[in-house]
């Protein structure tokens, strides 16, 4: 089995990185991060969330394919390599009744966000999002529960199903 970056392309010359049609792009997370500092904080969370939506639809373009090219039973170790590959930090996923648990070592959304009152770990609450949904095959809420810029050591994610989440 290849590994993450062996599907990755770098041209120099282009500019470009990428994996089959998919571009990626490097990034200091306290450029994209510090952009919330320059907003009213009024308008945080609303950002976020649109990051959370965003990372949820495109970066579940990439969960499809990669659920397409390697399938689903080795699809999550594919985007817990991939994750780490790209600097997303160290994550560490357990199903376990009914629910799908994330937690991530290193947060580099809550790093360069530096100490908050919520929850910034938008990108990848997205597309964990994405992940749970293509392993369980249906709708799923996700809640950041726990968030290292909050001043814990790790993010903490939960995925549960859609209907389960709205009655609790």
Known sequence: MSTFWDRIRIDELA???????????LMRP???MGMLHELPAELRGTVLTALTTSARKNGGKSIAAYLESVGQEPLQQSVIDGAAAFGWGRWQIVQREGCIELEVENSPFAAGYGPSGLPVCAP?????????????GGAVQVTETRCA????????FIARPAVQAMSQ
């Open 149 to 156: 810029a909050q001043g814990g050591t790790h993010c903490h």
């Open 15 to 25: 500019g470009t990185i990428v994996d089959d049609d998919r571009r990626y792009l």
């Open 30 to 32: 306290d450029v994209l």
């Open 124 to 136: 990848v609450n997205g597309i964990f999002h994405s992940l749970a949904h293509a392993l369980t």
